[in-house]
C-alpha cells in the first residue's frame, strides 16, 4: 500500500512539531545550496583549466547523482528483468568501488569512466526494455533518452581509447 500525499503531510504534522519540521527544511535548503555553490566552484574551476572541452566533461560528469539514482531506481522497479537488475547491481558496484579504470582522486577526468560505465549501461538497457521506463524513474532536467545518445557520441572524443576499450568490454561481459 503506497502513502497518499495527505497521509505523508498528515505523518509529518504528528510526527514533528513546526519548528521541527523547519529546521529540517532549512537543512534540507542548505545541502541544495552546498551543491549548487560546490557546482559552481567545480563550472568555474573546469572553464579556467580545462578550456571549452573540460567544460563540457564537467557538464556531464555533474549528472553522475542523477544517474545513480537512476540505476537503484531501476533495480527496484518490477518491470526491469532480474538478469538486469543483476547487470545493474555489478554497474552501481563499479561506481562505489575505489578500484576504477581511471582513479577517482584524480580532479575531474576520475569520474570519467564512471560516466562512461553508466551510460553505456543505460545504452544497453534501453536496447532491452522499453524505454519509458526509463524516462519513468528519471529525475534529472533533460531528456534522459537523448543525454545518453549525446554522451555515447562525445564518448570517442572526451576517453582515451584504451580506457574506451576497457568500458566497452566491461559491460559487454556483465550486461549476457
Given at each position: 500500500?503506497?502513502?497518499?500525499?495527505?497521509?505523508v503531510i498528515h505523518c509529518e504534522e504528528s510526527e514533528f512539531d513546526k519548528n521541527q519540521f523547519d529546521e529540517v527544511k532549512l537543512l534540507d535548503d542548505k545541502k541544495l545550496?552546498?551543491?549548487?555553490?560546490?557546482r559552481e566552484r567545480l563550472d568555474k574551476w573546469t572553464k579556467k583549466r580545462g578550456g571549452k572541452p573540460g567544460n563540457e566533461v564537467f557538464q556531464?560528469?555533474?549528472?553522475?547523482?542523477?544517474?545513480?539514482?537512476?540505476l537503484t531506481r531501476l533495480i527496484a522497479d518490477k518491470r526491469v528483468p532480474t538478469s538486469k537488475k543483476v547487470f545493474l547491481g555489478a554497474v552501481i558496484g563499479y561506481l562505489i568501488?575505489?578500484?576504477?579504470?581511471?582513479?577517482?582522486?584524480?580532479?575531474?577526468?576520475?569520474y570519467t569512466d564512471d560516466l562512461c560505465i553508466a551510460i553505456y549501461a543505460l545504452d544497453n538497457l534501453m536496447n532491452n526494455v522499453?524505454?519509458?521506463?526509463?524516462?519513468?524513474?528519471w529525475s534529472g532536467k533533460d531528456n534522459i533518452i537523448e543525454?545518453?545518445?549525446?554522451?555515447?557520441?562525445?564518448?570517442?572524443?572526451?576517453i582515451n581509447k584504451n580506457i574506451l576499450?576497457?568500458?566497452k568490454n566491461w559491460i559487454w561481459k556483465r550486461s549476457k
Open positions: 500500500m503506497t502513502k497518499t500525499e495527505e497521509d545550496k552546498f551543491y549548487e555553490t560546490l556531464y560528469l555533474v549528472l553522475l547523482p542523477d544517474l545513480f539514482i537512476l568501488s575505489p578500484i576504477d579504470f581511471i582513479p577517482d582522486f584524480i580532479p575531474v577526468i576520475g522499453d524505454q519509458s521506463i526509463i524516462m519513468e524513474n543525454l545518453v545518445q549525446t554522451i555515447l557520441e562525445k564518448t570517442d572524443q572526451m576499450r576497457k568500458v
